[in-house]
């Protein structure tokens, strides 16, 4: 049984992901989020998949929650194959109307500091708690759910600061985890989901998930480590650092 961990999987690009990977056969799912009473749409899927999703409560900024999750997951496995960090904030949407963390002139530090603490620092941490059962896993991998904003590559733009730079870092991240973990034979890479219709990415993103997360979820499956310390475009193309 392939056991997989997303965050951020009431809505949006981690719900998606629950239902894709629910429908392969033979996969133990622990779908986390904020607030699992009000996960209308994550609580449907609880009676056609009975026993292969797990709901847990996950505010990923939070330790204590942190904690409760593990301890939760522990007494169901003694191993994970995937963590999925997906959860991610980018405040006033692709249009940047949060202004405080988006554009040079009227950031603040708390509206930056928040952005930091769910797309950087989050991921991290939740990698850190949950490492030793990762370890157990079967080839297993840590997938950061990040954004070809964060590309410094490709930067031309000063928009969305925050945001941008945050997946930098999740990007610079990846890198290190990737190297340190490397010796126990953990994957560890970034990704790019596209520009999709959610809540973040608003009604005007080129593509729908349907149109992009069934291959997301091949290209992810797919890797070896060989791939480790890579950025994936959804397409399973390269993403310039
Ligand atoms: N959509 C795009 O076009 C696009 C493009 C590039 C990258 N991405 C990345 O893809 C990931 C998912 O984005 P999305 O489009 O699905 O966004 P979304 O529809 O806005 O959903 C964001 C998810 O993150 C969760 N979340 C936010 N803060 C959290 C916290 N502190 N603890 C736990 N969960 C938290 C939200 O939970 P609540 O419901 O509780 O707020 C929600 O489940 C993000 O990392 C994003 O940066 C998206």
Redesign the pocket.
Known sequence: MRRILI????????LELVRLYLQQADTLIFAT???PATADELNTLANPYAGRLKIIQ????DQGSIDGALQLVSRETDGLDMLVN?????PGGIAATEATAAHFGALEVDAMTEVFR??TVAPIMIAQHFIHLLRKGHHPRIIN?S?DAGSIALRDSGINYSYAASKAALNMLTRGLASDLHPDGVIVTSI?????Q????GPT?TRTPDETLPTMVKVIDRLTLEDTSSFFNWDGSRIPW
């Open positions: 965050t951020g999987s009431n809505r949006g690009i981690g989020c904020r607030q996950l505010d990923v900024t997906n959860a991610g904030i980018l769910v797309n759910i954004s790019h989901p596209g520009w999709i959610t809540d973040m990415g993103a």
